[in-house]
């Protein structure tokens, strides 16, 4: 699992950056058509060894390019309701985090993991592939459009109308102190999710009723994306993004310190806010500094090193606790890791520190 998650976030940056030389609709439809294969060649692998290529597939067209093509979607193609529409297409990923486990654990029982599969290979090429020809009809035209009032140097904003290529974004320190921050989500998130069935060990709770909240937090997600999606679209990303792991600390502070069975609740809420300012948050804020041009590939690299985070974030709780450290310790050290993001993304984001590239 680790070698193929690994592995996708390394070719994510290749991969993920074709979208800014290609047009929507035919990269869309060869991803889903990637997501299709993956699906069946995981139903069919024969061997352990196979089985790693399988998951390097699957990593990569779903959780890696799918959701990459939402989000740098959104981020391109809306200028002035960049936040709403982000917002809107991240709702994708947390009614699925809400909906599709519990429809794969039925499908498993009622006909086996490999026949689940192969369902969802059929669902992506007979469902979602008929909706994406249709829903991006005339988008070669848009995609003509954005692209050549962008060659020509259309101002994107009165400040400043550049967009800044991976190569200059990674000479760029501002960057560096964001990238603390943009990894806490991967990482810490990553981790909580992995070991919620240790944290439950460890404060005396069921493992039923800390997973049967799961909703609360999907719930959190969706209604906080769209909230922030509004607050984006009024003062803009780049004035708001240093509250955005607040909810996260906020929640890892009252599990740190408490072991009521309730808490599990607010628990959920505060770690759900969270993810939703992230979701919405983080592709405006690029556009808004590093703008669109070039957006793919930026993203791309961004998302390779949150899946890196995600795939390590576990591993860094577990090797914690296998060293003999509590849960209460780990979840001490991850909360000062998101407060001192805190403050570095605050330095990054000083107002005369900041190019924007606003609509």
């Not at 692209?147 to 960057?175: A, Q, Y």
């Not at 780049?238 to 628990?267: D, K, M």
Request: net charge positive.
């Amino acid at each position: 699992y680790l070698i193929g998650t690994l592995g996708s976030a390394l070719l994510l940056t290749y991969t993920g950056s074709l979208i800014d030389k290609y047009e929507l609709k035919l990269y869309t439809i060869v991803v889903i058509i990637f997501m299709a294969f993956s699906c069946i060649f995981i139903a069919y692998v024969p061997h352990v060894v196979l089985l790693v290529f399988a998951i390097f597939f699957l990593r990569h067209s779903g959780q890696g390019l799918s959701s990459h093509i939402s989000s740098t979607t959104m981020a391109r193609y809306f200028n002035r309701k960049r936040g709403t529409a982000i917002a809107i297409g991240s709702l994708g990923i947390s009614l699925g985090e809400a909906i599709l486990p519990f429809v794969a654990v039925l499908l498993i029982t009622l006909i086996g993991w490999r026949w689940t599969y192969f369902g969802a290979s059929l669902s992506l090429i007979f469902f979602l592939l008929p909706l994406t020809l249709i829903f991006l009809k005339g988008y070669e035209k848009k995609y003509t459009i954005v692209n050549e009032k962008i060659s020509d140097h259309f101002s994107f904003s009165k400040i400043s109308n550049k967009s800044f290529t991976l190569k200059e974004v990674l000479k760029d320190i501002r960057f560096y102190f964001l990238l603390p921050g943009l990894m806490v989500p991967g990482i810490v998130m990553t981790a909580l999710f992995f070991h919620h069935l240790n944290i439950a060990d460890s404060k005396g709770w069921s493992h039923i009723w800390i997973t049967g909240n799961y909703f609360v937090h999907s719930l959190s997600t969706t209604l906080m994306a769209l909230f922030i999606g509004v607050i984006v679209d009024k003062y803009k990303a780049v004035r708001i993004f240093h509250f955005g792991l607040i909810p996260i600390i906020l929640g890892l502070l009252l599990l740190c310190f408490s072991s009521n069975t309730y808490l599990v609740v607010p628990y959920m809420i505060l770690i759900g806010l969270g993810s939703g300012f992230g979701y919405t948050a983080q592709p405006a804020l690029i556009a808004e500094i590093y703008g669109v041009k070039y957006i793919g590939s930026i993203k791309s690299f961004i998302t390779a090193i949150t899946v890196f985070g995600s795939a390590i974030g576990p591993v860094i709780m577990g090797g914690l606790m296998d060293l003999g450290y509590t849960i209460n310790v780990i979840l001490i050290y991850f909360t000062l890791y998101a407060f001192i993001s805190t403050f570095l993304i605050i330095f990054a984001l000083r107002k005369d520190k900041v190019n924007l590239n606003l609509s």
